[in-house]
């Protein structure tokens, strides 16, 4: 079973300009994630899917941050423009949607993007 | 602010030796899991322990949960250089959908 894919993996890009991340999730997983981990600390979560709606992007900046799910699979993530404090690991994650409507606990990540804002 | 702390934040012991990472929370649960990181890497899930649920274990790997202290353990036993890697706890709870809050994780180095 291939694994979520995201990238690019690495960017470096100055203050004020934009860029964006592309995730697949694991193909069935209707539920996708998108987190920022800065270093040293754990991810936290910015915006979550459930197939192409969104469920919680309480903690999206949204000022600068934008993401989409057109068709309910691959998802990308925008910023723009970007701050020096947006230098982060971005990881994408996904998991499955009972059909209860709630997802399942476990949830899969792909390797991130490393993001370095100069 | 996040959910769960770990402690220590770092950790270093000789190869063969058991590691013990803790995690403390604030609120109420359905369930906590465990991921680690390698460098460089995404995270990969280690074991879920449900609320109702005091100890659990897969492989090298023994988790346990106390609700009444809002804590719970992660023990390694016999660890390998292969097990260094930062280790997160985190706590799943419903809020209008299921949430994952991340602590900020305990870095563990295995020296050979």
């Known amino acids: 079973e291939a694994g979520v894919a995201q990238s690019p993996r690495y960017k470096i890009i100055e203050k004020r300009q934009s860029v964006a991340f592309w995730c697949n999730p694991i193909?069935?997983?209707?539920?996708l994630y998108w987190y920022q981990q800065i270093l040293g600390q754990g991810p936290k979560l910015l915006i979550q899917?459930?197939?192409?709606?969104?469920?919680?992007d309480s903690q999206l900046p949204k000022d600068r941050f934008s993401a989409e799910r057109l068709k309910g699979v691959d998802s990308t993530l925008k910023i723009q423009p970007a701050k020096l404090e947006d230098s982060a690991v971005y990881l994408c994650?996904?998991?499955?949607?009972?059909?209860?409507?709630?997802?399942?606990?476990?949830?899969?990540f792909g390797p991130g993007t490393r993001l370095t804002v100069l | 602010s996040q959910q769960g702390e770990e402690d220590p934040q770092a950790l270093s012991i000789q190869e063969g030796e058991n590691a013990t990472m803790n995690c403390s929370y604030k609120?109420?649960?359905?369930?906590l899991q465990w991921y680690r990181q390698n460098s460089g890497r995404g995270l990969v899930h280690l074991i879920l322990?449900?609320?109702?649920?005091r100890e659990k274990h897969s492989g090298r790997l023994r988790v346990t949960l106390d609700t009444s202290k809002k804590s719970s353990s992660l023990l390694i036993t016999a660890s390998r250089a292969a097990d260094t890697a930062s280790y997160f706890c985190?706590?799943?709870?419903?809020?209008?959908?299921?949430?994952?809050?991340f602590g900020s994780g305990t870095r563990l180095l295995v020296r050979p």
């Open positions: 899917f459930q197939n192409n709606g969104v469920v919680d």
């Open positions: 193909s069935g997983h209707a539920t």
């Open positions: 322990i449900r609320s109702n649920e």
């Open positions: 985190a706590t799943g709870w419903m809020d209008s959908s299921y949430k994952l809050i």
């Open positions: 994650a996904s998991s499955v949607l009972m059909t209860s409507g709630t997802s399942t606990d476990t949830q899969y």
């Open positions: 609120t109420s649960i359905n369930n």
